[in-house]
């Protein structure tokens, strides 16, 4: 047997069960998400604002998230109602150099985007533990037939 092989199948193993992460997730525009609906931000700025109306709950530029969600914004910039606008069309989100721009809603905000990448995951680990009890059940009964 060449005394390489187990090398290289212990390597192929652990390759398999180290969790692999995205490089990136690619966003199509830069969004905020308030009461279940994602609205894209544009640079439109906002002069009259109404009242503060929520706030950013959850950041990130690599995955989803639920609640008031941003891919741009940090956890706690402040979404205003803006004067003469319905909420259904347009907010006003609070920028990091204290200026406010429009946000246009898009649409609702599908949180089963985030529900099926968590069992795709899970699904993955299932997969990788499987193909790993296989290989170790493989290397010993080659072990217990050379004795």
């Known amino acids: 047997m060449n005394p390489r092989k187990p090398l290289i199948e212990a390597i192929v193993l652990l390759v398999m069960l180290v969790p692999m992460k995205a490089l990136a997730t690619s966003w199509v525009y830069l969004f905020v998400v308030w009461d279940g609906y994602i609205y894209v931000v544009g640079d439109e700025q906002v002069t009259s604002l109404d009242e503060k109306i929520g706030a950013v709950t959850a950041y990130s530029d690599m995955e989803q998230y639920a ?61 990788a533990i499987g193909l790993g009890i296989i290989f170790l059940m493989r290397h010993f009964k080659k072990r217990a037939y050379k004795k």
Do not use: C, M
């Open 67 to 127: 609640g008031n969600f941003s891919n741009i914004y940090p956890v706690g910039t402040s979404y205003y109602a803006i004067k003469g606008i319905d909420t259904a069309h347009a907010i006003a989100v609070h920028t990091p150099n204290d200026t406010y721009v429009k946000a246009v809603r898009e649409g609702e905000y599908k949180e089963t985007t985030l529900q099926k990448s968590v069992w795709y995951k899970a699904l993955g680990g299932i997969v």
